[in-house]
């Protein structure tokens, strides 16, 4: 059963750090591409950073410098470290997985879906 399932969200102050996890299973663990989208309230979800099977990765302009993508491969799980937390961060974040092409941050090219973990950063 093909499933994706996130961990590691909650509260923190801003200039502080998260680190989201995500637990890839049936044919998701061996997806080409996997990425980390966010959804703050009453906005559209947005791609943050993603990772190729071959190791590169892509990052949103808002988190370049702070944030991390990261697989390990061994036990299919995905991470996305978070430093230099603003508030302006707070969001739901999802884990998605989907092919090799284009394995870009447009969520349209993606399969698979986590439920999300919530990330509240306050000032």
């Known amino acids: 059963q093909e499933q994706l399932v996130e961990s590691g969200g909650g509260s923190v102050q801003a200039g502080g750090s998260l680190r989201l996890s995500c637990v890839a299973s049936g044919s998701t663990a061996s997806s080409a591409c996997m990425s980390w989208f966010r959804q703050a309230l009453g906005q559209e979800r947005e791609g943050v950073a993603r990772?190729?099977?071959?190791?590169?990765?892509t990052y949103a302009d808002s988190v370049k410098g702070r944030f991390t993508i990261s697989k390990d491969n061994a036990r299919n799980i995905l991470y996305l470290q978070m430093d230099s937390l603003k508030p302006e961060d707070t969001a739901m974040y999802y884990c998605?997985?989907?092919?090799?092409?284009?394995?870009?941050?447009?969520?349209?090219?993606?399969?698979?879906w986590g439920q999300g973990t919530q990330v509240t950063v306050s000032s």
């Open positions: 990772i190729r099977s071959d190791g590169t990765t």
């Open positions: 998605a997985a989907g092919p090799l092409f284009p394995c870009g941050l447009r969520r349209q090219t993606y399969n698979y």
